[in-house]
């Protein structure tokens, strides 16, 4: 099935990110940037390895949440600083090998697969209007003849519009026997994987250009690139949302995370964010709500709920400002101004405004439980753990601190006292 390893460099610590954070592991639509690059290139081939060196442990710790089958090699940064000294050391599978960088969240495997041309080496370009700021690439009857940087370039060479767009495919006999032959000869005293080039070059190999997509190829080195990206990636997501048949309403002004699920004829208004590995089923979610790993089937949620992770509705109804968190709801309404946290609350069931599900006891979570047909008046408050069983009445201000038996009334106010005349007696004392 596959012909071709994949190494993906994500050893810099990418300075002008200005952040602790190491570059790749800075996020795009909700995953880290060098998430995709492996996401992708494992549709290609079984043999990936990882090229790490700043906070190694950090970001192979991070990927490993999501990956199981991935080689992961230190780079000796202090002897083999470079490009070319992150390719060093390993021993691909396949007879060619494609090397990527860890800071391109936008590549597609739909164009990595372009590579599989017949050449030594397979270099990715560019087609731009200006190049002015990228290495060139003098291309002439069809193969790459030279590669100059532009600081380097005469100007002739200056004039290419041809760029170098940094991703290579090297045969694997080609790249062993040669990066031994790499110095570190330059102003930077690194070994550069461009310099394979130029060996190539000279020993008469074939080495093909391939135009790529300057979208797919971007490049994030900074936090401005970080956001640009994550523009184009969300746009992606929602098209093909939009294409499934989901409707949405202002689609610019909603978030989608990476893993999220949306399946038949939903509804997703503006300002609307959908987060982790939530699955939104034949729901209409509502202006300005949030949705975090938590399933919503068959109801409708806001405007401006939020629905917290270990959530799972189903045929229920969430108004606004209703916040839920580890509840499982089956045919509930909760129209507006509630809290729900660990609770199990079964169908029929109307939650009065400002209930509250007081599931925290400064050291432990504890349950709810309420069963169907219950009628929760307003400003109720439910002291975890309870059960409440079928059938059952809470009155309006109610503290409710026990279980509650099928059919009955539960109430704690206290007896309603009027006294005559004091709104007077009250304002005439004050006023003398």
Do not use: W
Not at 372 to 401: R, W
């Amino acid at each position: 099935m596959f012909n071709k390893s994949i190494i993906v460099l994500a050893a810099g610590a990418g300075t002008r990110m200005k952040s602790d954070t190491p570059k790749v592991l800075h996020k795009i639509s909700g995953k880290p940037m060098l998430y995709y690059s492996i996401k992708e290139a494992l549709k290609l081939s079984d043999d990936i390895t990882v090229v790490l060196f700043h906070q190694a442990a950090r970001v192979q710790a991070e990927m490993e949440k999501y990956f199981s089958n991935i080689n992961f090699v230190i780079q000796d940064h202090t002897n083999y600083p470079g490009t070319g000294g992150a390719v060093m050391n390993i021993t691909p599978k396949y007879p060619k090998v494609l090397v990527l960088n860890g800071d391109m969240p936008l590549i597609q495997s739909s164009e990595l697969e372009k590579f599989d041309i017949d050449a030594t080496i397979v270099m990715s370009v560019l087609e731009l209007k200006s190049a002015d700021g990228y290495g060139r690439v003098i291309v002439e009857n069809g193969n790459v003849k030279k590669i100059v940087e532009q600081k380097d370039a005469n100007e002739e060479e200056l004039k290419v519009t041809t760029a170098n767009a940094g991703i290579y495919q090297f045969e694997t006999k080609f790249l062993l026997e040669n990066l031994v032959k790499l110095n570190n000869n330059n102003a930077q005293k690194e070994y550069y994987i461009t310099d394979l080039i130029e060996m190539a070059i000279e020993q008469g190999k074939v080495l093909k250009p391939l135009a790529v997509n300057e979208e797919n190829f971007k490049g994030v080195n900074s936090k401005v690139e970080l956001a640009d990206a994550e523009v184009i990636h969300q746009k992606r997501i929602k098209k093909e949302f939009l294409k499934a048949g989901v409707i949405m309403r202002l689609p610019d002004t909603i978030y989608i995370e990476e893993g999220v699920q949306i399946e038949g004829e939903s509804i997703i208004e503006n300002g609307v964010s959908l987060l982790g590995n939530s699955k939104i089923i034949n729901s209409h979610i509502k202006t300005n709500s949030v949705v975090e790993d938590s399933i919503v089937r068959d109801s409708d949620v806001g405007p401006m709920g939020r629905i917290r992770p270990g959530s799972d509705l189903n045929k229920t109804h969430i108004g606004n400002f209703v916040e839920t968190k580890k509840a499982i709801l089956n045919g509930v309404k909760a129209g507006h101004l509630s809290y729900l946290g660990d609770c199990t609350i079964d169908e029929g069931t109307n939650i009065g405004c400002g209930t509250i599900t007081c599931n925290y006891d400064g050291v432990n979570k504890h349950q709810t439980i309420i069963g169907k047909n219950v009628f929760v008046g307003s400003d109720t408050q439910f002291v975890a753990p309870v059960n409440i069983e079928d059938d059952v009445l809470i009155g309006a201000g109610s503290t409710v601190t026990g279980n509650v038996k099928k059919g009955e009334l539960y109430l704690t106010r206290a007896k309603a006292k009027t006294i005559d005349g004091y709104f007077y007696k009250h304002f005439s004392s004050k006023k003398k």
